[in-house]
């Protein structure tokens, strides 16, 4: 069964590059979006999701910014919407998409990013410990889970490019990484890093600045976490860098289970 998780920098831009030959081509039963920016009927005229699937969008409040969107093989049931707690408890940012489909419980996620303000950073950190929270109980599931999404962490110096370059940005904080490290502690399964090993330096994010893609300069931000149910079906993972360049800043990630 195969998953894939891609923040697509804009749905609406990411059509007009071409996403759809990526839907065919990286063939996934189950399709989790992020950042879409977009309401359904936003989408360019004309234009229609894959035949076989059925997609569920989650924007957010605000036009043109955030969003989630799931797409199955299939029909899927959707569990939740948000993750609770105090901030943002209606998920008006559209963040956390909570789906089944043939048994399997997917959660996309778009964690916050910080860098763009002191408010916007502790925002985030007060995000991410209600979301480790809210994804616990499912480490006891009897299904497998698959989490997955753009979560603005770069997990160790193998996940960035100039790490001592980007010890004090956000994504690299060393409470940041020392949160990641407690949510493996956890029991979950770096998916792609456990098909890797340690040192190897492959990244799902380039910036759009100082020709970051031609020189591969990136980050490793987006992420498959399993279950101990859905590790032990654990195929492969990979990361396609190529649709990082043609659509958008963000590589998909490519996660097969043995299901």
């Known amino acids: 069964m195969r998953f894939v998780s891609w923040n697509v920098n804009g749905l609406r831009a990411a059509i007009r590059k071409g996403i759809d030959g990526y839907f065919e081509t990286l063939d996934a039963d189950v399709m989790m979006l992020q950042e879409t920016r977009t309401l359904e009927e936003q989408l360019p005229k004309g234009w229609s999701w894959p035949a076989a699937w059925e997609v569920t969008l989650h924007p957010a409040e605000k036009k043109g910014y955030s969003g989630v969107a799931t797409g199955t093989v299939g029909p899927h049931t959707v569990l939740g919407k948000g993750k609770g707690g105090t901030l943002d408890a209606n998920d008006l940012e559209g963040r956390v998409l909570v789906c089944e489909i ?106 759009n600045r100082g020709q970051a893609r031609a020189k591969d300069r990136g980050w490793r931000i987006d992420y498959f976490l399993l279950n101990p149910v859905a590790a032990a079906a654990l195929v492969d993972c990979s990361i396609v860098r190529q649709g990082g360049i043609d659509v958008s800043d963000h590589a998909p990630v490519v996660l097969d289970l043995d299901l």
């Open 102 to 207: 043939n048994g399997v419980v997917c959660i996309n996620t778009y964690l916050p990013s910080g860098s763009n303000k002191d408010e916007r950073q502790l925002f985030k950190e007060g995000w991410m410990e209600e979301w480790r929270q809210f994804i616990r109980p499912y480490l006891d599931d009897k299904r497998p889970v698959v989490v997955c999404g753009d979560l603005n962490i770069a997990h160790t110096e193998d996940d960035i490019w100039n790490p001592k370059g980007n010890a004090k940005n956000s994504g690299f904080l060393p409470h940041e990484r020392s949160w990641f490290t407690d949510l493996l502690a956890d029991g979950w399964t770096d998916a792609f890093r456990a098909c890797v090993g340690e040192g190897e330096k492959i990244y799902s994010w380039w910036s």
